[in-house]
């Protein structure tokens, strides 16, 4: 048992336990192996930001189920409107109408970073998100190409795993998919690219690699339908933009006729302490995909795009589940958790861990960048801060540290980690979590560097 500053004690779990062993072998046996997994937890139940085992452990969550559960666990405004629903009707298909699909979609163009009023199409997931639009920008541009983004993560069905450049396992076997151009992401902490005299920052360097070389030498921009981008690369490390990057794709944008779609699903919903990560540099996208944390759990995705961008004919996109009523009514109590509180509260509790982020920095060699905005944020793992050579292999260790220490959290690019609890997360959690994650850095550091 160690004490802590804040002084919470941290104890070693017995994890997995005897129940999670069990329950673990007769996965094995039966899920698909295609799943990865990042611990041994086996859910009983949750609340808040706290998770417990099936053997009674207790954790804090700094993952979310990846930024989904932005409530919080089984957040009782939510439950209760769930619960409510599904005493009146479970289903009936996109095919009919019912108010409260009209009433979110009413809500999501309400918060949508328009010039221009939305027109919102609803599924059931991230990837199905990122299809509908770029099935949209096809569709209504007429133009058959597209730009993505190195280290980019957009889904896995074969359209939104055109755009994938996350791991090459999500992509090796699947394609080709020809469309796809993909440009270096403006990564300062790693970048590829040499910026040039008169460069503002290394945002501006990409927009000129895309436009004196990308469009000089490969691709037409005028058989460009949309760039995708996320606004904070989340899968690819929880990146972040330098200050030039998007107004000046916008601009690039606007002067060849090029829709931007921003994916922010799991950027968007309030976590980075605005509804919309794009907001913070300004930049009014064409579409916008959404899913993770709009619902709570319940699974749900969409599309939100200019209504003047919407001239697809009926029956030319569609879905059985659209507009699902448990996913409807779970997704706007959430907006109403997250609109009285939750999206300050992201503000308050990610000013506060980057706080105690740098402050840990400076004690650990192996902490190279701290990095994000609200509640995004992410640490990047090396072996030193001068050569910055990755080091995966510290920042798993501390994965599976932590997790004996009772602190869900999961890493993302290469060699970082993302802290993303949900938004309604307490300071007495925060600081209890940072604890755990500090302790499991130290034996991690002692172990291996
Ligand atoms: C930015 C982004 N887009 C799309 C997706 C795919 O979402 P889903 O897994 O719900 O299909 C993800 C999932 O991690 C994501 O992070």
């Known amino acids: 048992m ?33 799943y990865g997994r990042v611990a041994d937890f086996v859910m009983s139940h949750g609340l808040g930001s706290q998770v417990y085992d099936v053997d009674g452990n207790r954790f804090i969550d700094f ?23 599904a005493e009146k009707f479970l289903h009936i298909s996109s095919d009919y109408y019912h108010e409260s699909w009209v009433r979110l979609s009413e809500r999501l163009d309400e918060i949508a970073p328009f ?47 055109g755009f994938t450049a996350s791991k090459t396992t999500q992509r090796r076997g699947f394609l080709p998919i020809r469309e796809v151009t993909h440009a270096p992401y403006p990564y300062e902490y790693r970048p590829v690219l040499a910026m040039q005299p008169g460069d ?13 070389i990308i469009f000089k030498s490969i691709l037409a921009p005028e058989d460009v339908a949309a760039v995708l981008v996320e606004p904070i690369q989340g899968e690819g490390g929880y990146v972040v933009p330098p200050a030039s990057f998007f107004p000046r794709l916008r601009e690039l944008c606007d002067r060849h006729g090029i829709l931007l779609i921003v994916d922010e699903v799991q950027s968007g919903m309030g976590r980075t302490g605005k509804w919309w990560a794009i907001e913070h540099w300004g930049v009014k996208p064409d579409i916008i995909c959404t899913a993770k944390g709009i619902a709570s759990g ?19 996109h569609g879905n059985t589940y659209g507009g699902n009523p448990l996913a409807m009514v779970a997704a706007l109590a959430t907006m109403e958790v997250l609109e009285n509180g939750g999206i300050q ?25 701290v990095r994000g905005k609200g509640l995004m944020l992410g640490v990047e793992f090396v072996q030193d801060k001068v050569t910055k050579v990755a080091d995966a292999r510290l920042r798993n260790r501390i994965v599976e540290l932590a997790f004996e220490h009772g602190l869900l959290i999961m890493g993302c690019g ?21 604890d755990i994650f500090e302790h499991a850095l130290t034996m991690a550091e002692q172990e291996l560097l």
């Open 63 to 85: 993952v979310s189920g990846i930024a989904v559960n932005s409530t919080g666990h089984s957040h009782p405004h939510v439950v209760r409107a769930i619960q409510q629903q």
């Open 414 to 434: 290469a060699n970082s980690m993302r802290i993303i609890p949900p938004l309604v997360v307490t300071r007495a959690e925060v600081d209890e979590g940072l």
């Open 345 to 369: 509260n992201a503000v308050d509790q990610g000013d506060y861990i980057l706080q105690r982020l740098h402050a840990m920095a400076a004690r650990h060699p192996s902490m190279g960048d």
């Open 200 to 212: 503002a920052d290394y945002g501006e360097t990409v927009i000129n690699y895309l436009e004196k």
């Open 2 to 34: 160690v004490a802590t500053t804040t002084d919470h004690t941290i104890t070693r779990l017995n994890v997995p336990g005897p129940k999670a062993q069990t329950i673990l072998e007769r996965d094995r046996a039966v899920v698909s192996h295609a």
């Open 298 to 316: 319940v699974p749900l995705g969409a599309v939100l795009a200019k209504r003047s961008l919407a001239t697809w004919p009926t029956g030319a």
């Open 115 to 161: 010039s221009e009023p939305a027109s919102v199409f609803v599924g059931n997931s991230g990837t199905e998100a990122v299809e509908g639009a770029i099935k949209l920008a096809r569709y209504h541009t007429g133009r058959p190409n597209f730009i993505g983004f190195m280290g980019g993560f957009h889904g896995r069905t074969l359209g939104a795993l």
